[in-house]
């Protein structure tokens, strides 16, 4: 099986939604998943369920760094690093034989210079034949859209955060 290349993307809610949908389910098939959360601190709900499973390996940076435009210089810089160190390992986690990767939020993560987009098309490019991939976050760039297979993007047209009900545990996060 030839694996491709998906982006949900958007700014509406159900992008992270999506790609823990699709790891489940391919969790049930029996392929064997690694799942990193890029921009969040791993305390999301579904980091909880996904961990459940034998054969899905969950990777995320433990440190909260809040979101971008609050981070200092320095908490930027930190944050870059580790990322960065997080991208590296499950691509080679991915590498040595898992059948999806899904990189939530590494297109928020690349935007936002965190990691290096060029690592991350270099890698879609030279990628195993049948790893299937998932990138979710807001903005791909044309290059992150042209190396894809799948774009689904999510559009808001109401949410409640807009009237100010915060995200709430198990719904948003």
């Known amino acids: 099986m030839a694996g491709l ?5 958007g700014d509406g809610k159900g992008k992270t939604t999506a790609a823990a949908g699709l790891a489940i389910r391919a969790a049930g098939a029996g ?5 990193a959360q890029f921009q969040k601190d791993g305390t999301s709900s579904e980091i909880k369920a996904l961990g459940r499973f ?3 390996d969950v990777e995320f940076v433990g440190t ?21 160190k ?3 390992s499950v691509m080679k986690k991915a590498a040595a034989g898992a059948d999806m990767l899904v990189l939530d939020e590494v297109i928020s993560a690349c935007n936002n210079r965190l ?12 990628k195993p034949p049948g790893l299937e991939m998932v990138l979710t976050g807001r903005n791909p760039s044309r290059k ?20 100010g009900i915060p995200a709430r545990r198990g719904v948003e996060f």
């Open 144 to 163: 992150l859209l042209s190396l894809s297979d799948y774009i689904t993007e999510m559009r808001k047209i109401k949410h409640p955060f807009d009237c």
């Open 5 to 9: 290349v998906h982006i949900y993307c």
């Open 86 to 88: 997080l991208l590296l």
């Open 115 to 126: 990691v290096p987009e060029e690592m991350l098309c270099g890698f879609i490019k030279e």
């Open 64 to 84: 909260n760094y809040g979101f971008y435009r609050n981070m200092s210089p320095k908490e930027k810089e930190a944050a870059a690093e580790d990322y960065t």
């Open 54 to 56: 034998d054969n899905i």
């Open 31 to 35: 392929m064997r998943v690694v799942f």
